[in-house]
């Protein structure tokens, strides 16, 4: 079992969708990134956590410590959102372990 | 435009050779980056580096040093390569009080 899960893997929706996407990880963390990396390009970090919820523009991100567990969300998702969304953590020994990523596709 | 960029994408080299890796930022960032993500997708931070102040992950060699000729470059060095070395680097940069890191595409090595 891999130290984070992410589903799922593959995810296609309609534009204007909420899209949700989990990780969950069994390491204790001090923080966790979502990461967006778009085909032939960079990898950006979108939120880093280590409690509680973000917001930025229409993409919120959740974390639930207690229960190793964190969530993306997009709202009205646009066909630009279409990416890899990664999740990693970064474990006791500063060390960021990255979950396999969830290829995100919107359709017009 | 990459807002982070890396040179070489592969660098495919021998045991005990010099080597080095570039990193380019035009984000205006006044933070950089060098992880290390070895076989097992584990991410380590290397350094962190910004005009002011060269953080080091005591656990790395010192044959890998950080060269920063100037705020929009941090680019890697590696000397006598061994095959441990073998892995994908990655730069990034912040603005360091935002926290929010970007990352080049990496630099897969290859140590023969």
């Known amino acids: 079992k891999n130290e984070v899960e992410q589903s799922p893997q593959n995810l296609t929706a309609q534009e204007g969708e909420f899209i949700t996407i989990n990780c969950s990880y069994s390491?204790?963390?001090?923080?966790l990134h979502w990461l967006q990396q778009h085909p032939g390009g960079g990898i950006v970090s979108l939120f880093m956590l280590s409690s509680g919820k973000k917001k930025h523009g229409r993409l919120i991100a959740t974390i639930n410590i207690q229960e190793k567990h964190s969530s993306l969300h997009i709202t009205a998702s646009h066909p630009r959102d279409s990416a890899v969304y990664i999740c990693?953590?970064?474990?006791?020994?500063?060390?960021?372990?990255w979950g396999a990523g969830t290829k995100l596709i919107i359709k017009p | 435009d990459t807002a982070v960029s890396q040179t070489p994408k592969y660098l495919v080299t021998q045991m005990g050779n010099d080597k080095s890796i570039k990193c380019e930022q035009n984000?205006?960032?006044?933070?950089m980056y060098w992880y290390k993500q070895d076989s097992k997708k584990f991410l380590k931070i290397m350094f962190s580096?910004?005009?002011?102040?060269?953080?080091i992950n005591e656990t790395v060699p010192n044959r890998f040093s950080p060269k920063s000729p100037d705020k929009a470059h941090l680019n890697l060095h590696i000397n006598s390569l061994e095959l441990g070395d073998s892995a994908v680097y990655f730069c990034?940069?912040?603005?360091?009080?935002?926290?929010?890191?970007?990352f080049g595409a990496g630099t897969r090595l290859s140590v023969l």
């Open positions: 990693a953590v970064v474990d006791s020994n500063y060390q960021l372990i």
């Open positions: 580096y910004n005009n002011k102040e060269l953080i």
């Open positions: 390491v204790g963390i001090s923080a």
């Open positions: 990034a940069s912040s603005q360091l009080a935002k926290n929010i890191q970007y």
């Open positions: 984000l205006g960032h006044d933070t």
